[in-house]
C-alpha cells in the first residue's frame, strides 16, 4: 500500500470529525426540520467514524475477515447517508427504521425464545414489544417493514455494487466451501484481500463524506425537498 493513500485518509477522518463537530451540533438548531436533519446525518456520520477507525485498524493487522466485514458496513452506510439525503421523507423513512428495526428485533427474539421455552406462558420480552409498540404510536409511524437497504441502493444508482459486494463480502465473512478447506492457508490463500476490501471501504467513506459537506454548503441543514 502507497503510504501516501493512508496519510491522505488519515487526513480525511481529521477533516470529517471537525466537519461532523462544526456544522451537526444538535445544540446550535432551533428549527425543527434542521434538528430532525441534524439527528439523522449525524447518527451516520457516528457510524461511519466508528466503521472506518476499525477498518483501518483491521486493515493494520491484515485482517481480512474483518476488512471484509467494515467494508461492506460502509457501503451500506454510505447508501444510507446518500438516500437520506435525497429528501425529507426518505430521511425521516430512515428515522422512522430504527424504530420499526427493533420491533422487529424483539419479537423476533420473543419467537426464538417461546421455540426454546414453550412452556412458559409470559416472556420477559412482552414488555420490550409494547415498548416499541408505544414509540411507533408517539411518532405516528404506521409502517412496520422496515426499509431494506438493497432497496435504497436502487434509489442511489448502488445496487449492482452493493449486490456485487455483499456477495463478495460474504465469502470472507460466512463459511464457505473455500474458506472451511482452505482454513490454514490463512491470508496466504487471497494475499491482497485485505488491502482491496480497506480501498473499498475508503471509497465508500469518503463519498459519504463529500456528499454531505457538498449537500450541507449548498443547502445548510436542510432538505432538498
Known amino acids: 500500500m502507497n503510504p501516501e493513500i493512508l496519510r491522505g485518509m488519515d ?35 457516528v457510524a461511519a467514524e466508528s466503521n472506518y477507525e476499525s477498518l483501518r ?8 475477515t474483518m476488512t471484509a466485514w467494515y467494508c461492506r458496513n460502509l457501503l451500506e452506510i454510505a447508501i444510507y447517508l446518500l438516500y437520506s439525503l435525497q429528501s425529507k421523507a426518505k430521511a425521516k423513512e430512515v428515522s422512522d427504521d430504527r424504530l420499526i428495526d427493533a420491533l422487529d428485533i ?28 408505544r414509540l411507533l404510536a408517539d411518532e405516528g409511524i404506521t409502517r ?7 432497496e435504497l441502493a436502487i434509489d442511489v444508482n448502488l445496487r449492482s455494487e452493493y449486490d456485487r459486494m455483499n456477495k463478495f463480502t460474504s465469502k470472507f465473512v ?52
Open 11 to 45: 487526513i480525511l477522518l481529521t477533516e470529517f470529525k471537525q466537519f461532523a463537530e462544526s456544522s451537526l451540533n444538535p445544540t446550535d438548531v432551533t428549527d425543527k426540520e434542521s434538528l430532525g436533519f441534524c439527528r439523522v446525518a449525524l447518527a451516520l456520520c
Open 57 to 64: 485498524d483491521a486493515y493494520d493487522r491484515d485482517d481480512q
Open 106 to 133: 424483539v419479537q423476533t427474539l420473543k419467537k426464538m425464545e417461546a421455540e426454546l421455552n414453550p412452556t412458559v406462558p409470559e416472556s420477559e420480552l412482552d414488555a420490550s414489544v409494547q415498548v416499541c409498540l
Open 144 to 150: 412496520r417493514k422496515y426499509r431494506h437497504v438493497r
Open 174 to 225: 460466512h463459511p464457505t466451501a473455500s474458506s472451511i478447506f482452505d482454513a490454514g492457508r490463512g491470508n496466504l490463500y487471497f494475499p491482497y484481500a485485505t488491502k482491496i476490501f480497506y480501498l473499498y471501504g475508503a471509497r465508500y467513506f469518503r463519498r459519504a463524506f463529500y456528499a454531505l459537506k457538498a449537500h450541507v454548503e449548498s443547502n445548510g441543514l436542510k432538505h432538498k425537498a
